[in-house]
C-alpha cells in the first residue's frame, strides 16, 4: 500500500493499525522519496533456516557451463 504523506499524517492511528494487525508494509511518498513503515518481525523473519537444499559452495552455482545442453532447435 503506498499513499502520500498528507493522507499518512490524516488516517496515521488508522493506517499503524491496520500495519500492526496485518503485517502488511505502508510505502509513504515524501519529497520524491519513499519511506517504508511495516512491523518488525514480519513474514520473513518465520521462515525456517534450510541450509541443506543447497549442497556445496552456492557461488559454483553461478559459474555453470549449460553451453552443452543448448542445441539450435531453440524458437
Known amino acids: ?3 502520500s504523506a498528507s493522507e499518512f499524517k490524516e488516517n496515521i492511528e488508522h ?3 491496520e500495519v500492526l494487525e496485518t503485517g502488511t ?3 509513504i511518498e515524501l519529497n520524491g522519496q ?3 513503515l511495516a512491523k518488525k518481525g514480519g513474514k ?4 525456517i533456516s534450510r541450509p541443506e537444499f543447497i549442497q556445496g559452495d552456492p ?3 553461478v559459474h555453470i557451463d549449460w553451453s552443452g545442453e ?5 524458437p
Open 70 to 74: 543448448i542445441n539450435g532447435d531453440l
Open 44 to 47: 520473513l523473519d518465520n521462515l
Open 34 to 36: 519513499t519511506l517504508r
Open 15 to 17: 493506517v499503524l493499525e
Open 59 to 61: 557461488e559454483d552455482l
Open 1 to 3: 500500500m503506498a499513499m
Open 25 to 27: 508494509p505502508v510505502e
